[in-house]
């Protein structure tokens, strides 16, 4: 038993250890953000080489069968082109064909159904206790991340970017909040949805810092091509700092402009935005404590620049037609005082 | 003649051409649109249901190619979101429903009664009726898309997006109801398919005589028999959480909305095998023609058509491997969903050693078959990495599924249905396809095919979610798409050519005569096209090849086609035994009627009004449906059914 699974953690390794010494490869595949040719996590690795592993398979069978037809039709090929001339007979020999290849065939399919169990139990729980739990609901059309904490001063809500220390295992609950949506982050985790009505666990690791991009996977209305959730993850101290950050209440605002704009917030966009230390705080759109910290807005449809943040605020339908964010009739200066406003929480 | 005659020992007898004429008066329809309307030929409702299919295969085809526009470029907007959800939900539930199953049931109404040697199917009323829903169906779910309100939630349309909170346009109700409406057409098109090959074959066809393509439309059709009432339970359930308020699929009232994907996947999956084991076994009946031998390994086939199906009742939750089910109950569909291509395989080598062991004439046709089984093979291995569990959560809803179900729905359901055509145009119609404009045809197709769906393969391992109206530059799938969408147009354009071929053919095509293709069945036997009654008299079948007997030898036994039971005493064919196919009965068949157009019409009303709410509409129909139901089922004395007539 310990050697086949010693076969198998072999096997796991040595299909991508071998494609990443292909260097062009290598850099080929880093052109490609939501590609699952590749991972970065210890539940990412098995299911890469598997993938990979089944690939190979597949190849190969269509190689085989394509070749052995194209080869029969033409070593086979009747000279004549009137069917009539050509006589009927039943030549003997066939069966052997579907002893060889049915056989062939269920060893195959076998050996991978082994396969995928094995990785299957592999990749079932986290290798050590999560470090962190995470609960994030999915929401026509961005994501909610809640952390969670046994310290309640330090449970704090954020959207579509989802910070992790690099290296640990994180749990996460997924919750839906309105229709079906399915999480994914192809680098390190495969998909699954967030369902209203009940809360599903997964776990995933990435084992070095960076950006994994994962768009919604399951059809959840207008703006589903709009839903991307960011894992961002961190250096552990780096981490903590970020959550420690984002407890923080925003700041107050600097100038007149920056007034100004927190007033229009507060009475344009309050009921549906929260911003800890205003009066701002709806909840059933994105959190912004602390939005300049985020990459993207609208759950990555835009780069979070101010000229992104005006166009947005001014004209959310144009954007991304048929979101839940109504088009406030702002006057261009007031579009201008509260982007310079959400330009301070950072 | 008072009283009927169904006891007597009918007259073995050869046809002379004054009983010709009397056969012809018998079964031939009326000319015009009495006979249009009236019709319960089976071959007429065949060509119908194909010609019907193939528009629905053009409209699914125009919508597709609006969509590639739209995807040929990321961040374009030629359509807005809503628009394209209507149209890929459109697509996919007119290629699935509206094409697929229709397509093959059109072949196989036309064939059936033809390969069994019989003259009509068991109950053709209940054939014509089946006709008429399907075009009314279709109608009704395209009056929707019409005005603006065609489904938008995928051909599978998930709760609670399709639920009233979510989705509060008339689209759902359509949808719903529309597929309520054509589930009945299916369920009697099934019946009607199994209790044709149970009890209407010729003397002497043994269940081991069937045809491959029978076995693929009996399991199927017994599939659909069991499964269609799953997905009809599911729309109704849901039209009436839209209506009035009922919880079945409410969260926030206890509802599940998992409750719905399991109906809809246990109905699902095994129709994707229903739109397939048809197909499948027109490959096996007719490729074999053109390497000039039987198939290897008859037996093996039309057990794994069967297997297939009965394994194809528990693979429904790998659609659902996300939903977040307990892993050990995931791992046992993953591993039924692996070993499910075990029979599928026996068919692919059994293909493969036809040819290795044939000597194979290169047709238009035999190029659509033979071309199936490596289409059939790449859409096989792409199912099976599916199968897998945890390569399926990273598979799932990109587009490596996307690549995967067409190279099962076109390879295996359009390239044969193709071939098909190819193969059987000239029993339909009398003449032959162009074969150069044929071998055209093919390769524009199968050219057009792989450059659009063989890189989108790699679309989907490249992370492309599915069913999105547009996507973001940078993501390494922007000159994938543009491959993709060029191939689709070179793959309609193939269509095309078909069509061209079609036209033409029809006026300037060949001649054909009884057998073209020197092929061994029984519907090569007659005229081409086949007179109303089909055969003169019912032959008797003696193998499974009654046209290859004296060639290849296999037993003295030889078919007797054309000394037989000479059944003219009004429409009449035998009725024989289940297994065995020996002689048991004569059934009388019904006449040419006006009931199934009448009661289609009656349900149509019935559907609208509940659509509309106009109650006392769907009271009118309601009492219409049931009135033409009394006036087809009437008992008639010609039929038999009244008390004289069996007591001479």
């Known amino acids: 038993m ?340 959400l330009e301070t929480l950072r | 003649m008072t009283t009927l005659d169904i006891e007597r020992r009918p007259e073995i007898a050869k046809v002379s051409e004054a009983e010709r004429a009397r056969l012809l008066k018998i079964w031939e329809t009326r000319p015009g649109l009495a006979g249009f309307l009236s019709t319960v030929d089976h071959k007429e409702i065949g060509l119908r249901y194909i010609v019907t299919a193939f528009i629905f295969l053009i409209l699914g085809g125009a919508e597709a190619l609006v969509m590639r526009v739209q995807l040929a470029r990321p961040e374009q907007s030629l359509l807005t979101p809503e628009q394209y959800n209507q149209l890929f939900s459109m697509h996919g539930m007119t290629m699935i429903f509206l094409y697929a199953l229709p397509v093959l049931s059109g072949f196989s109404n036309y064939l059936w009664p033809l390969l069994l040697g019989a003259r009509d199917m068991a109950f053709p009323r209940l054939n014509a009726f089946s006709y008429w829903i399907y075009v009314a169906a279709g109608i009704f779910m395209y009056a929707g898309f019409s005005i603006g309100a065609g489904p938008n939630d995928g051909w599978f349309n998930y709760v609670p997006y399709a639920s009233r909170q979510f989705n509060p346009g008339m689209n759902m109700d359509f949808y719903a109801l529309g597929m309520i409406f054509l589930g009945i057409s299916t369920s009697v098109g099934a019946a009607n398919f199994i209790v044709t090959v149970l009890r209407t074959r010729a003397p002497g066809m043994s269940i081991n005589r069937l045809p491959i393509l029978i076995w693929g439309t009996l399991t199927a059709s017994a599939a659909n028999i069991l499964v269609v009432p799953a997905v009809s339970l599911a729309f109704f359930l849901l039209w009436m959480d839209r209506q009035f308020g009922t919880h079945f699929f409410d969260v926030a009232n206890g509802g599940q909305p998992l409750l719905w994907q399991h109906l809809f996947w246990i109905f699902g999956h095994p129709w994707v095998y229903a739109i397939v084991l048809p197909a499948m076994g027109m490959v096996s009946d007719g490729l074999p023609v053109f390497c000039r031998r039987p198939i290897v390994g008859y037996t093996p086939v039309a057990l794994s058509t069967v297997a297939t199906m009965v394994l194809g009742f528990g693979v429904w939750v790998h659609h659902m491997f996300a939903t977040g089910m307990p892993n050990l109950a995931l791992s046992f569909f993953s591993g039924a969903s692996i070993v499910i291509a075990v029979p599928s395989a026996v068919a692919v080598f059994a293909w493969l050693a036809t040819i290795w062991s044939g000597r194979p004439v290169i047709t238009t046709a035999f190029l659509f078959f033979a071309s199936m089984v490596a289409l059939f093979v790449i859409g096989g291995v792409s199912g099976f990495m599916t199968g897998s569990l945890p390569v399926d959560w990273q598979l799932t809803d990109t587009y490596f599924v996307v690549a995967h179900l067409h190279y099962v729905l076109i390879g295996i359901n359009v390239f044969p249905v193709v071939g098909a055509l190819y193969f059987w145009f000239p029993k339909f119609t009398g003449r032959m396809l162009d074969e150069r404009l044929g071998q055209l045809n093919f390769w524009t197709m199968f050219v057009g095919f792989n450059v659009a769906f063989l890189p989108m393969h790699l679309t989907g391992l490249w992370g492309m979610p599915r069913r999105v109206y547009t996507y973001p530059e940078g993501m390494g799938w922007d000159w994938l798409n543009l491959i993709t969408s060029a191939g689709s147009f070179l793959f309609a354009l193939g269509v095309l050519l078909l069509i061209v071929n079609i036209a033409v053919s029809l006026r300037r095509g060949k001649f054909a005569g009884a057998n073209p293709w020197d092929a061994p069945t029984l519907e090569w036997a007659v005229p081409s096209p086949p007179p109303p009654y089909n055969f003169d008299v019912i032959p008797h079948v003696a193998s499974r090849h009654p046209l290859w007997e004296d060639r290849l030898e296999e037993s003295e036994a030889r078919t007797s086609l054309t000394e037989g039971y000479l059944l003219d005493h009004g429409r009449e064919t035998i009725g024989t035994t289940p297994m065995d196919g020996d002689i048991d009965l004569i059934l009388k068949m019904p006449e040419d009627s006006y009931a199934p157009f009448a009661l289609t019409v009656a349900v149509a009303a019935f559907f609208v009004a509940l659509l509309l709410h106009w109650w006392w509409l769907a009271a009118a129909g309601g009492l219409l449906t049931v009135g033409a139901i009394m006036v087809w089922l009437w008992p008639e004395h010609d039929l038999g059914q009244t008390a004289d007539a069996g007591h001479d």
């Not at chain 1, 890469?48 to 037809?69: D, E, M, N, P, Y």
């Not at chain 1, 079932?124 to 994030?136: A, D």
């Not at chain 1, 759109?285 to 166009?311: C, F, Q, V, W, Y």
């Open chain 1, 2 to 341: 310990r050697r086949i699974e010693r076969l198998f953690r072999t096997l796991y390794f040595a299909v991508p250890a071998v494609l990443w010494s292909v260097t062009p490869l290598q850099c080929a595949l880093a052109d490609f953000p939501v590609s699952y040719l590749h991972g970065n996590g210890s539940k990412a690795y098995p299911v890469v080489s598997l993938t990979w592993g089944l690939l190979a398979i597949s190849f190969i069978v269509i190689v085989i069968v394509g070749a052995l037809l194209t080869w029969g039709i033409i070593a086979k090929r009747a000279r004549a082109r009137d069917i009539a001339a050509t006589p009927v007979g039943r030549s003997g020999g066939g069966t052997q064909w579907l002893i060889w290849g049915t056989g062939i065939s269920t060893v195959a399919l076998f050996g991978s159904l082994v396969w995928t169990v094995a990785v299957l139990a592999d990749i079932n729980g986290p290798p050590s206790k999560p470090t962190v739990t995470i609960e994030i609901t999915g929401q026509q059309w961005w994501w909610r991340a809640r952390y969670l904490s046994d310290d309640v001063s330090r449970i704090v809500t954020t959207a579509n970017e989802i910070h992790i220390p690099a290296g640990q295992p994180v749990r996460i609950k997924l919750i839906g909040a309105d229709v079906i949506h399915s999480f994914w982050v192809p680098a390190l985790t495969g998909k699954t949805d967030t369902i209203p009505g009940q809360t599903n666990t997964m776990w995933l690791e990435a084992d070095k810092p960076g950006i994994y991009r994962g768009p919604c996977t399951e059809y959840c209305g207008a703006q589903h091509a709009h839903m991307t959730a960011f894992v961002v993850a961190d250096p552990p101290d780096v981490f903590k700092a970020w959550w420690d950050g984002q407890i923080a209440p925003a700041s107050a605002p600097a100038d007149e402009q920056e007034a100004r704009g927190q007033v229009g917030f507060v009475f344009h966009c309050g009921a549906c935005h929260t911003v800890r230390g205003t009066e701002a705080g709806g909840t059933v759109a994105p959190e912004l404590t602390h939005l300049m910290t985020r990459k993207t807005i609208a759950a990555g449809t835009l780069d979070n620049i101010p000229s992104n943040l005006a166009g947005w605020i001014a004209n959310p339908q144009g954007v991304k037609p048929g979101t839940n964010m109504p088009a406030p009739g702002l006057s261009g200066q007031e579009v201008a005082d509260i982007t310079a406003y």
